[in-house]
């Protein structure tokens, strides 16, 4: 778009306002209506799906293995330093249960299981004592809760203590090693006392498979309530309680965050614009681009997920950006201050008389004469900023991820949207409204431009004028300097993802002490997941991995491989660790051992075949599987995978991790095992399962995003340049005016690292908003340099104008962008806290870059080619 274009533009929307003003809102009354007729699901981060062998994998186990789907919940009771072992703790137990069964509605979630834990091992063992005293014979009937409460209730504290010591006898038939999955790890074996123990609810739920759970997630919640009541130290946790806990914390977080925000945006804005008017105007831009936003997304039926909360962030930070050069642009115009525009080149045939240049509305400028002028000079860095992002964060449309396709599309539509409110609807309609103002009202919309004359904020900018004139060397190599040295933290920041870093945390005291419905509730979650983690073998969601074996399954090698998997499992490793220092894997070789114990058939069948007294068979394998699948199909193809012609395809291994553990060093440990399994045996091994997977998305999803930055890197940089050579036949200014905005985004990365905060998916998505509005910001800033330079009489003249006037807007813009998204950093939930941090960062990086950094490069190109001419 050349100076000529613009200008014909510009006039073209200011005598057609009151049209465009209604085409725009029609244009946006349609695109508003695939927010209702289109269809969005909701998708999560974790579930994007790439191909890779350890999805493969998972698919080959769902698809022959009886895969457990059900929902589970834990509660834990604990008593730091004392005991929940007793006979009261244990009948509190069984008093819970008995009121969750009581209760139809939380009754109804339940499984066949139900709720199980140590107090119901000690009760069964109780009832049975009794029916052995009573009969003279033991009966092995399951007994009822309230049977367990009646028998413990009968018992002094010293005979359920020494009821408790023959049940965690490691020996004893029923409980013993089996009772210590409700332990924590560090559970001495035999002792009666713990200062812990965990409780499992098994629930269902009849909800779709492409629905959450809603109403066993709700069970957990008043499953919660009641364990509070009874218990002075215990919590429950399952992905009902943690969908809980996040959304209360979101919903806190902005309630104490909206109104600070609001204060701050609209405070900084009022500083800004000093005007009533500019400011709704500006709001009302941003509530159409919002608008087109939703409707884009229901239109093309864009799933909402995690990746895409950085686009309505970016659009937010661009309308102010653009709001703000459009008007402050207009007043520099009516102000008198303003020059056309255009060369003698670009004007062609057309008289630029001192009329054009100061309008025809009386005074400097009117309203239309004024924004004519001053969207002209504009409108060309309005442009090239929309394509350079927008075709820039389209480029990630080459993602295999669909996710991070759609994250490119409604990024794209957005930026256009954006084009469309503040470069045609925002400057028709502030010459609607300005007009009525002064000729019905008699009011003056001239105002002066934020960062002109002799205010406070002139002189800050003028400083940055005087730096670029006299050490612009100093302040590239001082910003080369840091960017290598952010270049260099990025290579140590953490790139984990991790799931329990999304859970919320406790409100600092100030938050509490604030009144009524501002102060938040309180949050344990974060360390309830973690006690957990460190504690428990868990159940659930996120709690286990799997090894599918494959090939010559029936080899004793591979058997003993299976075997001693557990002895490669270190002692920093996410796996869990029983007590008694066994790592919990279960596979074929603790079936085998299992049902000998319980079973005289198999016991016998493995003594015939097991030659080493090792506990396995070592003969006939193939042979003693079959033996197992007679006495207990059920357990036997949890492990195994027979097929129809009796062949043993594939064996696999359930291996117990920590759930509040990142994902990526999950998968890595899971991988070492299977790793051990492959090298003393005859098979091949494959680490798969929920956090396998999930690492595996994370690591493509992050690849594919710092592909996207450079892709989006090199095509604004071939935008840019292609359009400073047909503007300008200047081949430099596209490398200049994309160095800025390197140099914030290695800035960007060294602050991450410096205060610990990951580059994963979520954060690698929310850096881009350092590229978006790092190419606007220094777009806007080159292109009024040019315009400048080319009008005025020396360099500093022209470096005057465009830092004071262009830098007076980004001023502005970067100061309501940062303060309204860096408070949400303090947000209750993490990622609310990163995003506020990462974006606030981003924005300052940009400003304080294309304000140092790039009138400096323009400073030392100009000199340069003075030299040479």
């Known amino acids: ?21 209604v085409l725009v809102l029609l244009l946006t009354a349609v695109v508003a209506a695939g927010a209702a007729i289109g269809e969005s699901e909701d998708g999560e981060i974790g579930q994007f799906e790439t191909d890779s062998e350890e999805t493969a994998a998972l698919e080959e186990i769902e698809a022959t293995y009886g895969t457990d789907e059900g929902i589970v919940a834990q509660i834990v ?57 009573a009969n003279g014979q033991p009966e092995t009937s399951e007994p009822t809760l309230e049977e367990q409460i009646d028998a413990l209730e009968s018992r002094s504290e010293a005979e359920v203590e020494e009821l408790l010591a023959d049940v965690l006898d490691p020996d004893a038939e029923r409980g013993g090693e089996d009772a210590y999955e409700f332990l924590p790890t560090g ?95 500006g709001v009302f831009g941003i509530a159409v681009v919002m608008v087109w936003l939703a409707g884009v997304q229901g239109w093309l039926e864009i799933p909402s997920s995690q990746l895409l909360i950085a686009v309505p962030f970016l659009l937010i930070g661009l309308s102010i950006d653009y709001a703000l050069h459009v008007v402050m642009r207009y007043r520099e115009a009516r102000a008198g201050e303003l020059e056309d525009g255009r060369t003698p080149t670009e004007a062609g045939g057309d008289e630029v008389t001192a009329e054009t240049r100061r309008g025809t509305d009386g005074g400097k400028n009117g309203t239309r ?35 991070i396709r759609d994250f490119a599309i409604l990024s794209a539509g957005g930026i256009l949207a954006t084009f469309v409110a503040f470069a045609v609807l925002v400057p028709a309609l502030k010459v609607e409204v300005d007009t009525v103002l002064e000729t019905r009202f008699g009011r003056d919309r001239a105002k002066p431009p934020f960062g002109t004359g002799t205010s406070v904020v002139n002189r800050t900018l003028s400083r940055f004028v005087t730096l670029a004139r006299r050490a612009p060397v100093a302040v590239v190599l001082v910003a080369l300097v840091l960017a290598v040295g952010g270049a260099y933290g990025a290579t140590t920041i953490d790139t984990e993802f991790n799931q329990a870093d999304f859970l919320p945390e406790d409100a600092p005291e100030w938050a509490k002490s604030l009144p009524g419905p501002l102060a938040p509730g309180t949050y344990t979650i974060s360390d309830d997941v973690a006690y957990l983690g460190e504690n428990f ?7 286990q991995t799997q090894i599918l074996i494959r090939e010559d399954v029936t080899d004793p090698e591979a058997l003993r491989a299976m075997a001693d998997a557990a002895a490669s499992v270190g002692e920093d490793s996410t796996i869990i660790v029983r007590p008694g220092g066994e790592a919990a894997i279960d596979g074929p070789p603790t079936v085998i051992r299992e049902l000998a114990a319980e079973n005289e058939t198999v016991a016998a069948a493995l003594e015939e075949r097991d030659t080493t007294d090792d506990g396995l068979p070592n003969e006939d394998v193939a042979g003693f599987y079959d033996v197992l699948f007679e006495a207990d199909s059920e357990r036997a193809s949890d492990v195994l995978y027979r097929t129809d012609d009796g062949e043993y395809e594939s064996a ?83 490398a200049i005016t994309l160095m800025p905005v390197v140099a914030a985004l ?25 590229i978006g509005l790092g190419v606007d910001y220094s777009i806007h800033v080159g292109e009024r340099f040019i315009a400048e330079n080319e009008s005025r009489e020396s360099l500093e003249d022209a470096l005057a104008a465009t ?32 995003f506020g941090l990462v974006t606030g960062m981003s924005i300052i990086f940009a400003f304080v870059a294309c304000l140092t950094v790039l009138p400096c490069l323009l400073v030392l190109r100009e000199r340069v080619l003075a030299r040479m001419g």
């Open 1 to 21: 778009m050349s100076g000529r274009i613009a200008a014909r533009y510009a006039d073209w929307i200011v005598s057609h306002s009151r049209l465009v003003v």
């Open 77 to 133: 009771v604990r008593d730091e330093g004392g005991d929940v072992l007793t006979r009261e703790s244990l009948l509190e137990g069984l008093r819970l249960q008995q009121e969750i069964s009581e209760d139809e509605d939380l009754n109804a979630t339940l499984d066949e299981q139900g709720v199980v834990g140590l107090e119901n091992v000690v009760g069964t063992a109780a009832v049975f004592e009794d029916r052995a005293a």
């Open 187 to 281: 559970y001495e074996p035999g002792s009666t006392e713990a200062e812990s123990r965990i409780t499992f609810v098994f629930q269902v739920d009849d909800s779709g498979p492409d629905e959450d759970p809603r109403v066993a997630y709700d069970a957990q919640v008043e499953i919660a309530e009641r364990v509070d009541q009874r218990f002075e130290d215990a919590f429950v946790f399952g992905q009902g309680i943690a969908d809980e806990a996040s959304s209360n914390a979101v919903g806190d977080s902005f309630a104490i965050i909206t109104p600070v925000a609001l204060v701050l945006v609209l405070g900084v804005l009022a500083i800004t614009y000093r005007d009533v008017v500019d400011v709704l105007v």
């Open 369 to 403: 004469s004024g924004m004519r002028l001053g969207l002209a000079g504009v409108v060309l860095a309005l442009a090239a900023a929309t394509v350079s992002t927008g075709v820039g964060f389209l480029s990630n449309v080459v993602s295999p991820l669909p996710a």
């Open 537 to 543: 073998a868990e159940r659930g969601e996120g709690s």
């Open 652 to 734: 696999r291994l359930l291996v117990s991790v920590q759930g509040d553990a990142a994902a990526q060093t999950v998968a890595d440990d899971t991988r070492d095992v299977a790793t051990s399994i492959e090298s003393a045996g005859p098979v091949t091994a494959v680490a798969t399962g929920g956090p396998v997977t999930t690492a595996v998305v994370q690591d493509a999803l992050l690849e594919t995003l710092v592909q996207a930055f450079v892709i989006t890197l090199v095509v604004i940089l071939v935008f840019l340049t292609a359009l400073y050579w047909v503007r300008h036949r200047a081949l430099s200014l596209g």
């Open 746 to 770: 290695a800035w960007l990365l060294g602050a991450m690292a410096v205060l610990g905060l990951p580059f994963n998916s979520e954060t690698a998505v929310i850096t881009s908003l350092a």
């Open 803 to 834: 830092v004071t006037g262009t830098g007076g807007a980004l001023l502005g813009s970067a100061a309501t962008t940062a303060a309204g998204f860096g408070v949400l950093a303090l947000a209750l939930a993490p990622p609310l806290q990163r």
